[in-house]
């Protein structure tokens, strides 16, 4: 069984950086991509990035070039790095694990999930 434990989260102003930790245990980031997605209050669940067992990655324009993705094979871990942090940035951040991930931007198609952490930045 695949676990997911996600931290990092916190309270960071507007231009500020946050980098999140996702540990993977019960299977090797070797086989499975992982990716993070997010949610607002009251917002559907938005992909965020994914890192493929290849160690391919992916990001939509929306967070492209300010959040970026990688992962430590040794420590079975996945990061997500915050970089110039805006408001509309904050939401409970979630990452996903699969063994196929054959519609990753779709939340439906990942089958293991943590249970996700706060990033709320302040202006």
């Known amino acids: 069984q695949v676990q997911l434990v996600e931290s990092g989260g916190g309270l960071v102003q507007a231009g500020g950086s946050l980098t999140l930790s996702c540990v993977v245990s019960?299977?090797?980031?070797?086989?499975?991509?992982v990716a993070w997605f997010r949610q607002a209050p009251g917002k559907e669940r938005e992909f965020v990035s994914i890192?493929?067992?290849?160690?391919?990655?992916y990001a939509p324009d929306s967070v492209k070039g300010r959040f970026t993705i990688s992962r430590d094979d040794v420590k079975n871990t996945v990061f997500l790095q915050l970089n110039s942090l805006k408001l509309e940035d904050t939401a409970v951040y979630y990452c996903?694990?699969?063994?196929?991930?054959?519609?990753?931007?779709?939340?439906?198609?990942?089958?293991?999930w943590g249970q996700g952490t706060q990033v709320t930045v302040s202006s």
């Open positions: 019960g299977g090797s980031l070797n086989n499975y991509a």
């Open positions: 996903a694990a699969d063994s196929l991930a054959q519609r990753p931007t779709v939340p439906g198609s990942w089958g293991y």
């Open positions: 890192i493929y067992w290849t160690g391919a990655t």
